[in-house]
């Protein structure tokens, strides 16, 4: 049964809809413009609500809990200017409030479609400043970008809350080891930042090196009271990142290289993207060699003391070749497949904790990707996304259709609907007393509920 704060959703779905009745200004809120420097001041407001339907599984949502709901309400001030002396400034500072009746956030990954309070990587800092927070409710305060950049002849660099971007791919990314978008996520606009430093030297007209030095904490996983709590532990070498990506033009193909020390380990991966026959080409593939120990306990019904350890961080390989082309008719069609040799089909469970911890891209083996979007309008889009596991024959399929309401704002309405085997339970008993109850992942999408959401989005 949904919870009383429930009835934020529909407070927050009215706040929305009276939203887009006031004009919307574009461009800039405030600019000033100097001599020797300059300032700009601008934002955007983000609400989306959710209605989660889910399927039958007490031990995951609770007896006779057919529905759930979230909902947040995102404001998002952000300032760019340029200093004396060739340098710039950017400051992204961000308010949320997140309602929510989801009651097991560690055994629901949908719980992350509209807000998520795990540790993020690479930031020195924990999480956001909670000013208000509750089992179902959070009102919080962060800063997402919060960095200065300083211009010296062919040498950038930038020093504080960044964001970077290291790959190409769509779905999964390989390559991008600072806080990659999950292969689920519906809204991409935004990514936020890591504390690091980064130096970006131009070798030439179309080459280019780029260093990365970013700290970090050890996630911690545990597992107390049939949930898994995830926690950021003290600064160490195990957790930081020290990256360096070269990258090149040849014959109108961008490759780039990379190499270094990243969470767990150290990695190495190439990546590509160019055309061929009016065909966008793109591949990345990556090597991981894990260092260090990083464990976790799980529930298992099997093992003495019913837990077992396993090891979070893997050698592995990831592969992720893509194809994409946009037609006259303004239809866009984008295909991916992605190999992650550290799928385990056969110990789901694993694989599952090790995905909510960002351990993997996968549950499975082999997946495929396909996106397809077409203009139905110049106000009004449709985009359909569906992402199928050969490995476990599950499929996630996401339409949503936006809307153009007004000079910088848009609508966007749709689903994410989960097809695949639903997770099962294992009970252990001593004589009649019950000792453990756990669910058992069957499939990477059958344990995911089906999501309708809609979002609102003012940039000013």
């Not at 990831?318 to 303004?330: K, W």
Request: proline share 3%; hydrophobic share 40%; glycine share 10%.
């Amino acid at each position: 049964m949904i919870r009383s704060r429930a009835h934020l959703l529909v407070l927050f779905m009215a706040s929305v809809l009276s939203t887009i009745l006031v004009p919307c200004p574009a461009g800039a809120l405030w600019s000033v413009q100097g001599t020797h420097s300059s300032i700009d001041l601008g934002g955007s407001i983000r609400a989306i609500g959710c209605g989660i339907r889910n399927y039958d599984d007490p031990l995951l949502f609770g007896r006779d809990n057919n529905y759930d709901g979230s909902s947040q309400a995102l404001l998002r001030l952000t300032s760019t200017g340029s200093l004396p002396h060739q340098a710039s400034f950017e400051v992204h500072v961000v308010g949320e409030a997140y309602a929510t009746s989801i009651d097991r956030a560690d055994l629901a990954s949908y719980s992350s479609t509209v807000s998520s309070s795990l540790p993020k990587r690479y930031r020195l800092t924990g999480n956001a400043w909670d000013m208000a927070k509750d089992d179902d409710f959070r009102t919080s305060l962060d800063a997402d970008r919060l960095n200065i950049t300083c211009s010296l002849s062919r040498l950038d660099i930038t020093l504080g809350r960044q964001a970077i971007n290291f790959s190409q791919a769509y779905f999964w990314n390989p390559l991008d080891v600072f806080l990659a978008f999950d292969p689920e996520a519906f809204d991409r606009d935004y990514k936020p930042g890591v504390d690091a430093i980064r130096a970006d030297v131009a070798l030439g007209s179309f080459s280019y090196l780029t260093i990365v030095a970013a700290a970090g904490r050890e996630m911690e996983a545990g597992y107390e009271h049939g949930q898994t709590d995830i926690a950021a532990g003290p600064l160490n070498a195990y957790g930081s990142a020290l990256m360096a990506r070269f990258g090149t033009t040849f014959k109108d193909w961008d490759i780039a290289v990379q190499a270094g020390k990243v969470y767990g380990g150290y990695q190495a991966g190439v990546g590509f993207s160019g055309e061929l026959s009016e065909m966008g080409v793109r591949g990345e593939v990556a090597f991981m060699d894990a260092r260090g120990d990083s464990t976790a306990l799980l529930p298992d019904p099997d093992a003495s003391g019913f837990t077992k350890e396993i090891d979070l961080v893997e050698d592995h390989v990831t592969l992720v070749v893509g194809t994409d082309h946009r037609f006259e008719n303004s239809l866009y069609v984008n295909l991916e497949y992605l190999y992650n040799s550290q799928g385990q089909s056969d110990n789901l469970n694993e694989a599952y904790l090790r995905r909510y911890m960002g351990e993997t891209l996968s549950l499975g083996k082999h997946l495929g990707g396909l996106q397809l979007s077409y203009e139905f309008h110049p106000l009004l889009e449709g985009q359909a996304v569906w992402i199928y596991s050969f490995s476990d024959r599950s499929a996630l399929l996401s339409p949503t259709i936006t809307y153009s309401v007004a000079n910088e704002s848009e609508l966007v309405a749709g689903c994410i609907l989960g097809f695949g085997k639903r997770p099962s339970s294992r009970r252990v008993t001593l004589g009649t007393a019950p000792v453990l109850e756990i669910s058992e992942v069957e499939s990477e999408f059958g344990t995911d509920p089906n999501v309708f959401f809609m979002e609102y989005k003012l940039y000013f």
